[in-house]
């Protein structure tokens, strides 16, 4: 027994423990003391950004969210560029680019300017309360920005920012993209189709009280549908003469698709409908007035919802299961279905498997949790996705929190230095891979 315990404390010995093997290097140990220590700097920037507000619609608003910001990053290194776009009815686009010499992985780093919360929201202002900022647009994306920030002035400090090559990219009306879509987002594409790899700055997701890896977003796609019929006394419905009317052509397409289109990892929700002798959608196709009568068979009735997918195969096939229920008419009845694919999905690929590996070896040397997948199904379209058929991607590198698009929006404090460590070593190993 003694002689195997000596044999046993041998091979210990040649072969330290997996912790010992994965510890931080000296600029990597200078990278996370910066990030810690730069938490002032941090909350003071949180609470500028979040008094500022910056509903997608407020122009004026978004646009004094970017004027702040564009030092910040130009104080790093960056050339910054401010992208107009009210042609598409929107404030626009602040784009960052710093081009380093290194022969490292090119890094693209998504965030944005606007919130949800307009100037006639009641949710205003910023306020500690323990360890969580409170404020409309906190986490969502004013959290995820001052993230990228930290990150970046971590990297500087260590003098680990000198050769990397990373364009910022903060969307002015992530909350609502302009239109056209293409044109909203032209620019963004563009970047996804320079880099190597992206990183989006949103929320970061938790399962379980676990901090999680998000590998893909679901897309975003809108449908409208308009159902005609005969009209006249209610006398003659399922007449020859009068069919089935408006309302039960919409009903019956509507029970379809609750029964005919369910799949893995696709929702769809009817958000606004009526009809009536007269109805008709309002300019956004966010209101809709119809009058009639009980007495009166119904020449129109209308209806708008969404659907979203993980994979554009899975948004061509829904779409036509969709347009196929649609034409299966009920007796002197029409109807057209109109589908607008808003924000495109981003589909679990292996690229973006292996990034998540390379951040939780990460999790791993700052003696933090590794993370899981997130399901899909628990996060919303993104802008990331815009770029994900070009490039690999991680979601949720932004601060953690909650209450996200409502009253009471908050984020964790501790989480900003926490993600900016990891975003900040992530980027650095990048910019030291090979393309």
């Known amino acids: 027994m003694p002689r195997f315990s000596a044999l046993a404390c041998a091979l210990l010995l040649a072969c330290p423990p997996l912790a010992a093997q994965t510890l931080l290097t000296p600029?990597?140990?200078?990278?996370?003391?910066?990030?810690?220590?730069?938490?002032?700097?941090?909350?003071?920037?949180?609470?500028?950004?979040?008094?500022?507000?910056?509903?997608?619609?407020?122009?004026a608003g978004v646009t004094a969210v970017a004027k702040r910001l564009a030092p910040e990053l130009e104080a790093l290194g960056f050339k910054t560029e401010w992208k107009p776009m009210q042609h598409a009815g929107r404030a626009g686009h602040l784009i960052a680019t710093h081009q380093g010499s290194s022969t490292g992985r090119r890094i693209l780093l998504i965030g944005h300017l606007d919130t949800v919360f307009e100037p006639d929201s009641p949710f205003t202002g910023f306020r500690i309360?323990?360890?969580?900022?409170?404020?409309?647009?906190?986490?969502?994306?004013?959290?995820?920005?001052?993230?990228?920030?930290?990150?970046?002035?971590?990297?500087?400090?260590?003098?680990?920012?000198?050769?990397?090559?990373i364009t910022v990219v903060l969307t002015g009306d992530e909350e609502d993209v302009g239109q056209p879509v293409a044109?909203?987002?032209?620019?963004?594409?563009?970047?996804?189709?320079?880099?190597?790899?992206?990183?989006?700055?949103?929320?970061?997701?938790?399962?379980?009280?676990?901090?999680?890896?998000?590998?893909?977003?679901?897309?975003?796609?809108?449908?409208?549908?308009?159902?005609?019929?005969?009209?006249?006394?209610?006398?003659?419905?399922?007449?020859?003469?009068?069919?089935?009317?408006?309302?039960?052509?919409?009903?019956?397409?509507?029970?379809a698709f609750r029964t005919e289109l369910p799949e893995p990892n696709l929702t769809f929700n009817v958000g606004l409908?009526?009809?009536?002798?007269?109805?008709?959608?309002?300019?956004?196709?966010?209101?809709?007035?119809?009058?009639?009568?009980?007495?009166?068979?119904?020449?129109?009735?209308?209806?708008?919802?969404?659907?979203?997918?993980l994979s554009a195969a899975q948004t061509k096939r829904v779409g036509e299961k969709m347009r196929a229920i649609v034409s299966r008419h009920l007796p002197r009845t029409d109807a057209t279905l109109e589908i607008d694919e808003n924000y495109p999905p981003m589909a679990p690929t292996a690229g973006n498997r292996a990034l998540l590996a390379k951040l939780n070896a990460i999790n791993r040397d700052l003696g933090l949790e590794e993370m899981g997948e997130l399901d899909p199904l628990s996060r919303g379209a993104g802008d990331i996705s815009f770029v994900a058929a070009d490039v690999d991607g991680l979601v949720g590198m932004g601060a953690s929190g909650g209450n996200s698009h409502a009253d009471g929006e908050y984020v964790e404090l501790d989480s900003l230095p926490r993600q900016a460590k990891r975003a900040a070593l992530l980027m650095h190993r990048l910019a030291q891979a090979p393309r």
């Not at 140990?29 to 920037?45: E, F, K, M, S």
């Not at 323990?130 to 004013?142: E, Q, S, W, Y």
């Not at 796609?221 to 009209?231: P, R, S, Y």
């Open 183 to 255: 044109q909203a987002r032209a620019d963004l594409i563009a970047a996804g189709k320079r880099a190597d790899v992206a990183l989006d700055f949103e929320n970061l997701s938790h399962a379980d009280g676990r901090d999680m890896g998000s590998i893909a977003r679901r897309s975003s796609n809108t449908w409208t549908l308009t159902v005609h019929g005969e009209t006249g006394h209610s006398s003659g419905i399922f007449s020859e003469s009068m069919g089935d009317g408006a309302a039960f052509e919409l009903a019956r397409i509507l029970a």
């Open 273 to 309: 409908l009526g009809g009536g002798e007269q109805a008709a959608f309002d300019a956004g196709k966010t209101r809709l007035t119809a009058s009639g009568k009980d007495n009166i068979v119904p020449p129109i009735a209308l209806a708008r919802g969404d659907f979203r997918t």
């Open 27 to 59: 600029q990597e140990q200078r990278i996370a003391t910066a990030a810690d220590a730069d938490q002032p700097h941090n909350i003071a920037l949180l609470e500028t950004l979040v008094n500022q507000n910056s509903g997608t619609y407020n122009l």
């Open 129 to 165: 309360d323990g360890n969580r900022a409170i404020g409309p647009g906190v986490g969502d994306d004013k959290g995820g920005v001052v993230v990228i920030l930290a990150a970046l002035r971590a990297l500087k400090a260590a003098d680990a920012l000198r050769d990397a090559d």
